[in-house]
């Protein structure tokens, strides 16, 4: 599975825009791009996750770039419990499907 | 009720005690999963069963076992508990497309004192 490259730390003012990037340069094309979420040791929380097309849902926003080799996640109007670790996940999404998790990055929504 | 229970939510046992985790789903999906997160760091895959006769192990599958006793039931087991498997253990659900994601359970907090 492909590995991902994700910023340690963001921080991000309430009610501003979460843009949150992610680089996967090794990803294949059989491979989606996933993104959860994890609030201070709770369980992961699936929040979206593409092949190649842009996607939206109730959540959150994902856009990936033509060639593949990388991904931004979007929080359109971030409030204070957004704040939590955001991973970003390559993989299979078929008979290999399982999930690899980095360290992911701890986003910080400021009042 | 949750999609996923994780039973026991909080342990404490002592080292060389054998001890139990257990999961059980009500998604209806055949993929379950056995992580484990230390303080500060990502998961970590333990084992991993796509249907009740298949499983298979994860990135760090030594000193655990699993049990795979129905579609909706995968057991993690510690045959003897040692201080560094302190840490916080979820299980995970999924369909076999991975289209919805994967479903979490709460976690087990466990520590080997």
């Known amino acids: 599975d492909a590995k991902t490259t994700q910023p340690t730390s963001m921080d991000c003012a309430e009610g501003r825009a979460a843009n949150l990037p992610c680089n996967h340069s090794?990803?294949?094309?059989?491979?989606?791009v996933y993104w959860y979420r994890q609030i201070h040791s709770q369980g992961p929380q699936y929040i979206i996750h593409?092949?190649?097309n842009n996607e939206t849902n109730e959540m959150a926003s994902l856009i990936i770039t033509e060639d593949r080799k990388s991904s931004t996640l979007i929080l359109p109007h971030a409030t204070l419990r957004d704040t939590a670790v955001y991973y970003c996940?390559?993989?299979?999404?078929?008979?290999?499907?399982?999930?690899?998790f980095g360290s992911g990055t701890l986003l910080a929504v400021q009042p | 009720d949750a999609d996923v229970t994780q039973t026991p939510r909080n342990r404490i046992t002592k080292t060389g005690k054998r001890i139990m985790l257990e999961c059980s789903q009500t998604?209806?999906?055949?993929?379950m999963y056995w992580y484990r997160q230390d303080p500060g760091l990502g998961l970590r895959l333990i084992y991993y069963?796509?249907?009740?006769?298949?499983?298979n192990k994860g990135e760090i599958s030594d000193g655990y076992s699993v049990s795979r006793q129905a579609q909706a039931k995968f057991s993690l087991s510690l045959e003897s508990a040692i201080p560094n498997q302190t840490a916080l253990y979820f299980c995970?659900?999924?369909?076999?497309?991975?289209?919805?994601?994967?479903?979490f359970g709460s976690g087990t907090r466990l520590t080997v004192v």
């Open positions: 593409g092949l190649k």
């Open positions: 996940i390559v993989g299979n999404g078929g008979a290999t499907n399982k999930l690899i």
């Open positions: 069963s796509f249907d009740v006769k298949d499983i």
């Open positions: 090794t990803i294949s094309g059989n491979e989606y």
């Open positions: 995970a659900t999924s369909d076999d497309y991975g289209s919805s994601g994967y479903t």
């Open positions: 998604k209806g999906h055949d993929r």
